[in-house]
């Protein structure tokens, strides 16, 4: 944390290259947040760039009172949903995800495992952005944000009990998909 205070010094100080440096290295977390509950790329890119202004015009009120990346993941949260508000989209409250991680345990290539593997991660893919907006962003913070429950409840404003219910049922969404994957498969 030492590190964000020193970077908002600088950026409050108008250092050259100060807020560029905070945009660096928060912007995938902007991304993932805003994407994940808008997903259309050029929508994304805009609402990302308004959040980030937001940043700069708020900075000053920032306290510390969280992490840096959680108060931006919160205004990347508000952004998005006022957006969604203002076309009169539906924020779903049903939907979640399950965390795939696809590793190199050291064998030697194989090109039917690589091939199954990259149909899996697609699937998984459609599987995610079917997910309704709230457990998509629950599951993309939590898994590739690497946030606590309590970071992404306050990110989502909500509370972790409510954080925790769409995490479970995201991941009970993806696991009961990837079964009936595998079932076809197995046909």
């Not at 697609?122 to 907006?133: C, E, F, N, V």
């Amino acid at each position: 944390m030492a590190d964000d205070k020193q970077l908002v010094a600088a950026v409050l100080a108008q250092q050259p290259g100060a807020f560029a440096e905070l945009v660096g290295r928060y912007q995938n977390l902007v991304w993932h947040v805003v994407y994940r509950m808008v997903p259309n790329a050029e929508s994304t890119r805009d609402l990302s760039q308004e959040t980030f202004l937001r940043v700069h015009r708020q900075l000053r009120q920032f306290r510390f009172g969280s992490a840096l990346g959680t108060w931006i993941g919160s205004i990347a949260f508000s952004v998005a949903a006022r957006y969604l508000r203002r076309r009169s989209l539906e924020l779903d409250d049903e939907a979640d995800l399950d965390s795939v991680v696809l590793e190199s345990d050291g064998r030697e290539f194989d090109l039917a495992a690589a091939y199954a593997d990259a149909e899996l991660l697609k699937h998984m893919h459609a599987s995610i952005a079917a997910l309704p907006a709230l457990q998509r962003l629950a599951i993309t913070l939590r898994y590739l944000e690497e946030k606590s429950v309590a970071e992404i409840a306050q990110i989502m404003d909500m509370p972790e009990g409510t954080i925790k219910s769409h995490l479970f049922r995201a991941r009970s969404r993806l696991r009961s998909q990837l079964e009936s994957l595998q079932e076809c498969r197995n046909e």
